[in-house]
Structure formats: structure tokens, C-alpha cells
């Protein structure tokens, strides 16, 4: 099972700074990741899909990167919105196996 | 408009078994899977199982392999997932989704359904 290891677990930071969340996986997932956001009682929204590809209606605000192993999400400018989970997921080897990575919480500092 | 709609919170005993249903419209049902995820309280996300309602295949994460059967019926659009066995630790909201928006992505997502086991 490919595991999905995000860091920092949490984000500290004020509205207007720059938020960069990190995604590892144990073997390579070429750019078969995407990034989800979570805000609290809410189902997840796909934000970042392949990598590097914003879903529909996600603010251009939003951007991700990486290949292989190394994954990141960038926010340049938080906005009071944005402060919530987010969660990394790849899909590389499935079938079977679709996982997620554990989180970070973005939160205003 | 894709949207997902939930059956309502259940309250299970130890050991019971607990059928959820998500219903879809806006889309052909039989040309997207269905995901199953669970989120136990204050936890991360775990993928439970896929199905192609085309023609019924499902697939199970290992981590829930034996205990999870996933089903769908093409006649009402509804995709099922059933727990069997049920612990505390199955207390979680089920989310479904699919992948209608964005392929082979889970999007969008359904509400979620809190399950409670407790005796």
C-alpha cells in the first residue's frame, strides 16, 4: 500500500500570507495525486486534480505541484475562507488501492 | 446539477450490520463509480470500496475487506454500502462520491452519514 505522509500537521498563519502544504509518497504515484479540501461538518472538495490541475470554480489562488514522490499545494494568499483541512489522495495503484494522507489543518494564526 | 443525497444517521448496536444508501441524479449513473469513504470523529479520511454500476463490480480496501459490501441499483440510481460486524470504532460519518465531475477524482461528494455504535 502506497502511504501518503503531509506535512506539518498544522499550519499557523494570518489572512494574506502564503500557505505551502507537503505531500510524500512511499513509492512514486507519477502525478496521480489530487487535493482535497475539508472545513468542519462538510464533505471534502476536490480542489487539485493530476497534480497540478484546479477542479471547476477553484480560485486561481489555489495551485499544486510536484511529481513522483513530492507533492505540494500552494495558497498564495490566504483568504479567511480557506482556513480549514486538507488532505492529499492518490490514485496510482488502484485497482485496489486509493489512500489519503493524514491532513494538515491550515488555521489562523 | 450532480447531487449526491444520503440516507439519514443511524444508531447500531455492537456486532450489527448497517445498510446506507446514496442516490444520485444529474448524471448516467451507469457511466461513474461510486466511492465509499469513512471519517471517524476528529480522524482523516479512509477509503472504503468502489463500485461500477455498469456492471456491478466493486473493489475493497484491505482494510475493510469481509466486513463492507458495496451495491448498486441501476432501476433508482442508488448505490448501497453495507458494515457488518460494527465496533465503537465504525462510529464515523460515510461519505459516498463519485467521479461524474472530474474523472477517476472523487467529486463531487455526498453529505455523509454519521453511524453510532453503541450499546
Known amino acids: 500500500e502506497i502511504v501518503l505522509t503531509q506535512s506539518p500537521a498544522t499550519l499557523s498563519l494570518s489572512p494574506g500570507e502564503r500557505a505551502t502544504l507537503s505531500c510524500r509518497a512511499s513509492q512514486s504515484v507519477g502525478s496521480y495525486l489530487a487535493w482535497y479540501q475539508q472545513k468542519p461538518g462538510q464533505a471534502p472538495r476536490l480542489l487539485i486534480y493530476?497534480?497540478?490541475n484546479r477542479a471547476t470554480g477553484i480560485p486561481a489562488r489555489f495551485s499544486g505541484s510536484g511529481s513522483g514522490t513530492d507533492f505540494t499545494l500552494t495558497i498564495s494568499s490566504l483568504e479567511p475562507e480557506d482556513f480549514a483541512v486538507y488532505y492529499c489522495q492518490q490514485r496510482a495503484n488502484w485497482p485496489p488501492g486509493l489512500t489519503f494522507g493524514g491532513g494538515t489543518k491550515v488555521e489562523i494564526k | 446539477d450532480v447531487h449526491l443525497v444520503q440516507s439519514g444517521s443511524e444508531l447500531q448496536k455492537p456486532g450489527a450490520t448497517v445498510k446506507i444508501s446514496c442516490k444520485v441524479s444529474g448524471y448516467t449513473f451507469t457511466d461513474h463509480y461510486i466511492y465509499w469513504v469513512q471519517q471517524a470523529p476528529g480522524k482523516g479520511l479512509d477509503w472504503m470500496g468502489l463500485?461500477?454500476?455498469?456492471?456491478?463490480?466493486?473493489i475493497y480496501s484491505a482494510n475493510f475487506q469481509g466486513r463492507v459490501t458495496i451495491t448498486a441499483d441501476t432501476s433508482t440510481d442508488t448505490a448501497y454500502m453495507e458494515l457488518s460486524s460494527l465496533t465503537y470504532d465504525d462510529t464515523a460519518v460515510y461519505y459516498c462520491?463519485?467521479?461524474?465531475?472530474?474523472?477517476?477524482?472523487?467529486?463531487?461528494w455526498g453529505p455523509g452519514t454519521l453511524v453510532t455504535v453503541s450499546s
Open positions: 493530476d497534480a497540478s
Open positions: 462520491a463519485t467521479d461524474s465531475l472530474t474523472d477517476n477524482w472523487f467529486d463531487p
Open positions: 463500485i461500477d454500476p455498469e456492471d456491478g463490480e466493486a
